[in-house]
Structures are given as structure tokens and as C-alpha cells.
């Protein structure tokens, strides 16, 4: 059984920050990737940032230079701290478990939080 539990969504004015937390708990990935994918009305879902057990990252085009993904391998958690938020970056974000990734390619794993509404208005 995997689950991850999702915080920290909410109401933001542009350029205001938030910090995403997911705690996964009885994974068998833990050695995986984490990540954090968010979906806007009408579009796909997009990859927001991932990361290895080890620590190398990869971002979205859209929020390289205002996002950062960190993670504690010891709880099995994953954050995202968003800064510099615009409008565009409202959605719904989701936790994501068990992906894998390599310098050219990035894919999630197939367990996924329940999501957590980020808006950005003002």
C-alpha cells in the first residue's frame, strides 16, 4: 500500500510564495524518483519538478528559476517551494511516487496524491 498525503495549497497573490509538502509512507519506491505534476482546466497534466533519491532535479521550462524541489530521504518526503507565483501557475498540484528519470528523460511513477489547489490571484 502507498499512500501521499499532500499540504500546503491555497490562495496566493501574484508574486507570493507556498511550499508544497508530500509525505509518502509504505512505498515500495522508496529508492525512486518524487515529483510534483499539476493540472490547469482544459489541459494536460505537466510535470513541475522531480527528483532522485540522490538529489538531481529536473523542472518544467515554465517554472525553472522560481521553483525548487528538495526531499528527506529518511521520512520519504517532498517539497516544493514556489516563488514568484503568476497567475498561470494556478492548479491543481500533484504528489507524485516511484517515478525515474535520466539527463534526457523524465517520467512519474504510477502513484499520486490526491492534489492540492494552488491559486494565484489577485
Known amino acids: 500500500q502507498v499512500q501521499l498525503v499532500e499540504s500546503g495549497g491555497g490562495l496566493v497573490q501574484p508574486g507570493g510564495s507556498l511550499r508544497l509538502s508530500c509525505a509518502a509512507s509504505?512505498?515500495?519506491?522508496?529508492?525512486?524518483?518524487m515529483g510534483w505534476y499539476r493540472q490547469a482546466p482544459g489541459k494536460q497534466r505537466e510535470l513541475v519538478a522531480q527528483i532522485t533519491s540522490g538529489g538531481s532535479t529536473h523542472y518544467g521550462d515554465s517554472v525553472k528559476g522560481r521553483f525548487t524541489i528538495s526531499r528527506d530521504n529518511a521520512t520519504n518526503t517532498v517539497y516544493l517551494q514556489m516563488n514568484s507565483l503568476k497567475p498561470e501557475d494556478t492548479a491543481v498540484y500533484y504528489c507524485n511516487a516511484g517515478g525515474w528519470s535520466t539527463r534526457l528523460h523524465v517520467g512519474p511513477g504510477n502513484y499520486w496524491g490526491q492534489g492540492t489547489q494552488v491559486t494565484v490571484s489577485s
Open positions: 509504505g512505498s515500495i519506491f522508496s529508492s525512486n524518483d
